[in-house]
């Protein structure tokens, strides 16, 4: 079914929900559901009513997230219009907003994120992927469109999501139960638990504790499959090679073929505990913990089938992560003052199969005896053993945040909030690229069986002062000022790449061919000296020297960093900087229910390091955001009607790709321009039924050319340069157009129950999966369209559906999502050089039961 006849029938079902009998009209004693148009957010770091921010903001609350099943990011995000992202699996996923995306990001060794995640008052914005909070008893999600760096900082150069957690209460004991079951299409079937209970303590404490559980059903296949790699030269009479190769060592995947392996465990909690020291002073410390357990691959290989993927071995992702908060609240004087900080602990271990990628190089080298005869994949006997390659991979993200700011009197005519703000992240990272039987004298250095190593420790930090100021010019006209002065200082120091024999001098007889334990360009023979030289330099002058110990534990030596010639050992690459970003608003309330705004605001994202030595680290880049905007509520409080119209110029972006020899490298790249409409209606309930709808059209497209080599004219001219993406280029991911629709009529029943029935429509236009759309091909040099052969994340719809019983204290419903089988793209990618390139997809049609008890 197409996309066109599923909106319509998706539509149609709306229709028929409005047109449901008019006895609803009879519903006078029952609550209606409130769309919004009093939630109190705190956006600028105080509370508000959401029409009166002066910025494009949505807020999913508390009922809204329960009715509309939400439970993880994936789930909200297509609620909201400005949000675009990648995902390769639950809990790997790269954020983008407004369309500021190169495509790029995501990479341990990559830039930091351009969207800032909030959880209460603490950031927990990592590289690698956003954590995938647990949605359940939250009180709303506030997404913060255009850059939000004076209050956020760094990492909001492009909008802040913030989760707000429900909070502890006083007021009574309070008791909540959910369950579900559900299958899936294609695949197996899943379920949650989840519970609530808030317990007063004292006239003056209370606790809030949260659990649950969930089991995502699988619904990829791994099927049979073959792979044969390049074995002997073919001699021709004489006894000369002829070019040619025999066919050589042939596996298949018998051992771990699996029908809906792609399975997810997620089990976690929460807890509060809130203390009011007198009626000024609280205290609310907290803490998170979360356990999610994947299994299997995310992503189809469309060359093998719908849903279907050939993988050799088993993949599995491993993630967890605790955070300890605390916040203190009080007054002095009569200014509010507000002290946060955090601790966040997270770890990631994963394992990836990765014969893709040496079919790939087979392939690529196959005029010179692919990965066999070239790469020299031997055992310690000499003999060629099988070349594939799996990842062993972990990661240990540790992230530390505190803020102090005061705030005066809100009901004054001017106003300040200020600040400041200290964060340290650091990522301890361990990539293992094990190759089973590989000879010792082959692999890195103290480690047999691994052909490369990653082992580095990444810190970044920032430290700011803050503040923005109010005045009430008019009694409805104000005009808000503020800035955010920022240092950031970030470092990297470890060991990346081959190994090396120390006897072996690269080019000598008896040495084995590059990318092997000989290589002459990357791991081992780049590692200092005590001397403070390369073990490879120290070779080519025929000197005698001795390696200086890792830096970071589980390396063999240390290639990345810096040779202090004082203490005679290693220091981190460091980058820093410092600056300044602004805020200036106007905003006029023209009526106490129409407001005009407009913006121009600033972000910023740090600078960093390369890990190869002969590229720049990279610079900051910046986002500069003009935008007019107006709110409304219409109709007697009846309907919401919010727009803006903005235009973003992106300097000289932050762009991250795999250069030679599948390095990733960070460059700065050309300016782009991005501008855009969103807008948002809610139809409070008339007669049973509720409507809302969100919509965002974003052109973002680049202002000069793109590169090959880094080029500050841009037109890319001299040795070797070329136009990689040329002037005009939209940017990749983020659709021209993307647009959400709710309705849900309510039916009462009895003075103490309802029926409800309900339908969620999303539907998003396609994207380019890569923005570069000429690169040399490995090894052959030809010139390919990396964005032509990922292909394009094709345009999408999809509707949900669901039809319940609400009572005093129970609610059971009866849901279908994805209704009618869709297959959106959430990325495009492959483990190589665009080949064999596959799909992650959203889960298909998912039916299920959905049980709840509130006490």
């Not at 659709?735 to 309510?746: D, H, Q, S």
Request: hydrophobic share 35%.
């Amino acid at each position: 079914m197409n996309s066109r006849h599923m909106l319509a029938t998706a539509l149609l079902a709306t229709t028929i929900l409005a047109s449901a009998p008019a006895y609803a009209q009879a519903a006078a004693s029952t609550p209606e559901v409130d769309m919004g148009n009093d939630i109190i957010v705190t956006a600028q770091k105080r509370e508000e009513n959401l029409q009166s921010v002066p910025i494009s903001i949505q807020a999913l609350n508390t009922r809204k997230l329960d009715e509309l099943n939400v439970s993880n990011f994936n789930a909200f995000s297509q609620l909201l219009p400005s949000v675009s992202f990648q995902s390769t699996q639950p809990g790997s996923t790269v954020v983008y907003m407004r369309g500021v995306s190169s495509g790029g990001d995501g990479n341990h060794s990559g830039p930091l994120p351009s969207v800032g995640f909030y959880l209460d008052e603490q950031p927990v914005t990592t590289i690698g992927g956003t954590i995938d909070v647990h949605i359940y008893d939250i009180a709303r999600i506030e997404s913060l469109a255009g850059p939000q760096g004076t209050l956020y900082g760094a990492s909001s150069e492009a909008g802040t999501v913030r989760i707000i957690t429900n909070k502890p209460s006083t007021a009574g004991w309070e008791g909540r139960v959910d369950g579900e079951a559900n299958t899936v299409r294609h695949g197996g079937q899943g379920g949650r638990l989840e519970g609530m209970i808030n317990a007063p303590l004292s006239s003056n404490a209370a606790l809030r504790v949260v659990g649950w559980y969930q089991h995502d059903a699988g619904y990829i296949d791994n099927v049979p499959g073959t792979r044969t790699f390049l074995g002997a030269p073919i001699l021709d009479g004489a006894g000369q090679p002829t070019g040619a190769y025999a066919p050589g060592i042939t596996i298949n995947n018998a051992a771990v073929v699996k029908k809906n392996f792609n399975t997810v465990d997620i089990a976690g909690g929460r807890a509060a505990l809130k203390i009011d020291l007198d009626e000024n002073w609280t205290v609310t410390p907290t803490v998170l913990y979360q356990d999610q357990k994947n299994h299997g691959n995310f992503a189809y290989d469309p060359s093998v089938g719908d849903l279907q993927v050939q993988k050799f071995a088993t993949d599995y992702r491993h993630d967890r992560f605790v955070q300890g908060a605390l916040t203190i609240e009080g007054k002095v004087g009569n200014w509010d003052v507000t002290y946060a900080g955090a601790y966040l602990d997270r770890k990631v271990n994963a394992g990836s199969d990765y014969t893709d990628y040496s079919e790939a190089y087979d392939h690529f080298y196959s005029s010179v005896g692919g990965l066999a005869n070239y790469f020299y994949f031997k055992n310690a006997a000499g003999q060629t053993i099988n070349p594939t390659q799996f990842i062993v991979a972990s990661d240990h993200f540790k992230k530390m945040s505190q803020e102090l700011r005061v705030a005066s009197p809100q009901s004054e005519r001017f106003r300040v909030v200020a600040g400041l703000f200290f964060q340290r992240q650091s990522n301890l990272i361990h990539q293992d690229y094990q190759v089973a039987g590989l000879a010792p004298l082959l692999s890195v250095n103290g480690s047999p069986g691994t052909l490369w190593l990653t082992q580095q420790h990444r810190v970044d930090k920032d430290y700011a002062a803050f503040g923005e100021a109010s005045f009430d010019i008019l009694p409805n006209l104000t005009v808000t000022a503020g800035g955010r002065g920022y240092i950031y200082d970030n470092s990297l120091i470890g060991f990346f790449g081959f190994g090396r024999n120390p006897a072996y001098v690269q080019g000598a007889a008896g040495n084995p061919p590059p990318n092997a334990a000989g290589s002459s360009r990357t791991g081992v023979a780049g590692c200092l000296t005590t001397e403070g030289i390369t073990l490879r330099d120290a070779q080519l002058q025929g000197r005698t020297t001795t390696l200086l110990p890792a830096a970071v534990e589980g390396g063999p030596c240390t290639n990345l960093g810096t040779f202090n010639t004082i203490t005679g050992g290693v220091d981190p690459k460091e980058t820093e900087g410092q600056g300044f970003t602004h805020k200036l608003n106007l905003t006029w309330k023209a009526t106490p229910d129409l407001m005009f705004y407009g913006t121009w605001s600033r972000g910023f994202r740090p600078g960093g390091i390369n890990r190869r030595s002969t590229v720049a680290p990279y610079a900051p880049d910046f986002l500069t955001n003009y935008e007019i905007g107006m709110k409304s509520t219409l109709w007697g409080g009846k309907l919401r009607f919010n727009a803006t119209i903005y235009q973003q110029d992106w300097k000289k972006f932050q762009f991250a790709f795999l250069g030679a020899n599948s390095f990733t490298e960070i460059h700065n790249g050309p300016n782009a321009r991005i501008r855009g409409i969103e807008a948002d209606v809610n139809l409070r309930p008339i007669n049973g039924l509720t409507l809302t709808t969100a919509a965002a059209y974003t052109d973002a497209k680049t202002r000069q050319n793109l590169c090959f080599v880094d080029d500050p004219t841009y037109s890319c001219t001299g040795a070797g340069n070329f136009v990689s993406t040329p002037k005009g280029t939209r940017l990749p991911i983020t659709p021209l157009f993307k647009i959400n629709g709710t309705a849900r009529y309510v039916v009462p029943v009895s003075a103490t129950a309802r029926v409800y029935g309900q339908a969620v429509v999303v539907h998003q236009s396609s994207a380019a999966s890569d923005i570069r759309t000429a690169i040399p091909e490995t090894f052959t040099g030809t010139i390919v369209n990396p964005a032509e052969e990922l292909g394009r994340l094709r345009a999408y719809t999809t509707a949900d559906f669901a039809l319940g019983v609400e009572l005093t204290s129970y609610t059971a419903e009866l849901f279908v999502q994805n209704a009618f089988d869709e297959r959106a793209d959430l990325s495009r990618g492959a483990e190589c050089c665009q080949f064999r390139p596959t799909i992650t997809t959203n889960t298909p049609r998912t039916i299920g039961l959905r049980l709840g008890a509130k006490f």
